[in-house]
């Protein structure tokens, strides 16, 4: 992947009228550039990183917008490099008129550059970069939104049908009460309860369905669980191909959960790693554990990580929090059963 190491800009939010607007800066010369249009009290090159500063953009002396700016020094921001954020009030002229602004001494970011920047900077990892690439530009494979509409497509001429369907049972009906004494046709009561019946299947079905569609949305929630130091830690730092989550040989090292998004063949995936079950004594750690059944029982899928051990204790209780058919082993250390 080519790194083009020139300063790029963009603007972050969704174009439209709402509060503030923010445009991203990132690159070398981000701060300097800024700079050059920013007035405040004190100068953007000596302003402290990650904190706000109230000023003004100007153009060629005149006022375009009354702005907060937050400067990122690299390596500590998203992209790794310096970056300068800009929000300003959310009107379309306003932010498009400082990004103008900004492109005479810098490039309009191509989509996903700025998280092109991060993987290659080694903030993120490859996996996450594509779930943000899956998310704002929907261009891999079986990309999510094309899921999305798709199933949008089928779940509306699916309750179309049923919709037809109940207005013509409830119409039969109407008119058999409205004109009980006149000498109409009787309905066929069978064929109206054999009617009502599947279309109460199809919707019960429909309902199921449901979860599939917010699943596609929002992402399938996978949580790491299982005692302490059986490697969910480390199994979620593989995932993510990142150090995200502490790991070391002392039981109990992750307190409270963490989550992070990935991308598997295009679909969206919520992984959280979680603090390890067992009789906790410290008060912290009781937190993490309850944390822990929270996550579990809100999971579509949870890994059960073991070593070796049965973890029988740990399983039984899994069990009886969420379905079985959720619940996939995971035999971590494997390189220790080599040895033996
Ligand atoms: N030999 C071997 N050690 C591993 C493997 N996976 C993890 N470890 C080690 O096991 C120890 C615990 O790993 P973690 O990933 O922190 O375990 P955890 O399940 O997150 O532990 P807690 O956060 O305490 O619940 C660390 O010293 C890891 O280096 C593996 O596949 N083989
Ligand atoms: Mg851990």
């Not at 153009?59 to 300068?84: M, Q, R, W």
Request: net charge negative.
């Amino acid at each position: 992947m080519e790194y083009s190491h020139d300063t790029i800009s963009a603007i972050s939010t969704p174009l439209g009228i709402g509060g503030i607007s923010i445009l991203r800066v990132s690159g070398t010369d981000a701060i300097n550039v800024v700079s050059k249009i920013f007035t405040s009290k004190t100068d953007l090159i000596k302003q402290p990183s990650h904190k706000a500063i109230f000023g003004r953009i100007l153009d060629s002396g005149k006022l375009v917008d009354e702005v907060i700016v937050t400067v990122f020094n690299a390596p500590h921001s998203y992209t790794g490099e310096d970056v300068v954020e800009i929000s300003c009030h959310g009107s379309t002229f306003i932010t498009n008129q400082i990004l103008q602004i900004l492109l005479r001494n810098t490039r309009l970011a191509e989509p996903g550059e700025f998280t092109q920047r991060a993987f290659l900077n080694d903030k993120i990892g490859l996996t996450q970069a594509e779930a943000v690439g899956d998310l704002l530009t929907a261009k891999t494979k079986i990309s999510h939104l094309t899921a999305l509409q798709q199933y949008e497509g089928s779940l509306r001429s699916r309750i179309e049908k049923l919709l037809t369907q109940l207005t013509d049972f409830r119409t039969q009906l109407e008119l058999e009460i409205d004109f009980l004494e006149q000498d109409l046709d009787e309905i066929d009561n069978d064929n109206l309860i054999n009617g009502l019946t599947s279309l109460n299947q199809e919707l019960n079905q429909l309902a199921k369905t449901g979860e599939e569609g917010l699943i596609i949305k929002e992402g399938l929630k996978v949580s790491l669980v299982g005692a302490p130091n059986v490697g969910k830690s480390s199994i979620f730092n593989s995932f993510l191909e990142t150090e995200r989550a502490i790991v070391t040989p002392i039981p109990g090292t992750t307190r409270d959960y963490l989550e992070e998004v990935i991308s598997l063949n295009g679909y969206l995936v919520r992984v959280f790693d979680t603090a390890g079950l067992r009789e906790a004594t410290d008060q912290i750690e009781k937190i993490g554990i309850k944390r822990s059944y929270e996550i579990i029982k809100d999971s579509h899928k949870v890994l059960f990580v073991i070593d070796g051990d049965e973890n029988k204790k740990e399983y039984d209780t899994l069990s009886k929090l969420v379905d079985k058919n959720k619940i996939i082993k995971v035999l971590n250390k494997a390189d220790k059963f080599d040895e033996s």
